[in-house]
């Protein structure tokens, strides 16, 4: 279980959750792609080439859709507004499928989400081992993660989650000059196993498609799969593995 925040809105999380998802099924996992943001405001709204026909009630106020991104499935909110009532459940589950690995594009705020992480999509946090925090490689974007950092700490504290693993930095290859000097303390503690995301004009033009990630951003997210099963948070796929 891999969620993804941003440290503030626009920042790439889709971008990454994507990729991610895309590097996860070409390495042999069985992945399934959580989006929980509504339509509207969804930066995977196009990641699959054809909304899948079977949705799913599990709750009054909410549906899940599930659809295909090549061999990784997707599910995605349905309902504009609902996205914060949809916190994990079994609903998310693909049927009998077998899912190895489970990225989570977690929709809203992170400020706000951090208030409270028992409720909505703040309880994908309870769940993982490593969620990843991404941002601009500029000082606002440092600024935004430290509060971030600092609203998530008394969860992380109380054991209710687990901290943040990894900043990943969307928009560079490394910390421009002076940027990474103006981080505060819980920031400074990640700025070394930062994770750099380049800049990609295509995706930046037309955002995620049902077309696999370029192979450089996927390359970019390698470190983490590799730390992963170093660590046994990720197991290996079996050579016999059938696709979804």
Request: with cysteine; aromatic share 6%; hydrophobic share 45%.
């Amino acid at each position: 279980m891999v969620p993804i925040l941003g440290a503030s809105g626009g920042v790439g999380v889709s971008v990454v959750a994507a990729a991610l998802s895309d590097a996860l099924q070409l390495a042999g996992y069985s992945v399934l792609l959580a989006d929980t943001a509504g339509p509207i405001r969804s930066g995977l709204g196009q990641a699959a080439r054809a909304d899948g026909p079977v949705v799913r009630v599990p709750e009054p106020t909410a549906r899940v859709r599930f659809s295909w991104r090549a061999q990784a499935l997707v599910g995605r909110v349905e309902d504009p507004g609902r996205s914060r009532s949809v916190a994990p459940s079994f609903w998310w589950l693909p049927g009998d499928r077998r899912v190895q690995a489970t990225v989570v594009d977690v929709a809203g705020d992170a400020w706000e989400l951090a208030s409270d992480v028992r409720l909505g999509t703040g309880r994908w946090l309870s769940l993982a081992a490593c969620p990843l925090l991404v941002l601009r490689p500029t000082v606002p974007g440092l600024v935004q993660a430290e509060q971030v950092l600092a609203r998530l700490e008394p969860w992380v504290l109380r054991r209710m989650i687990p901290p943040i693993g990894r900043l990943v930095v969307v928009g560079a290859r490394r910390w421009p000059p002076r940027v990474a000097a103006t981080a505060g303390y819980r920031v400074s503690a990640l700025l070394e196993s930062a994770v750099f995301v380049p800049y990609e004009r295509d995706i930046a033009t037309a955002g995620i498609t049902g077309d696999v990630t370029p192979d450089k951003i996927r390359s970019a997210l390698s470190p983490l799969l590799r730390q992963w099963r170093v660590t046994g948070w990720l197991p290996t796929p079996p050579p016999d593995r059938k696709p979804l």
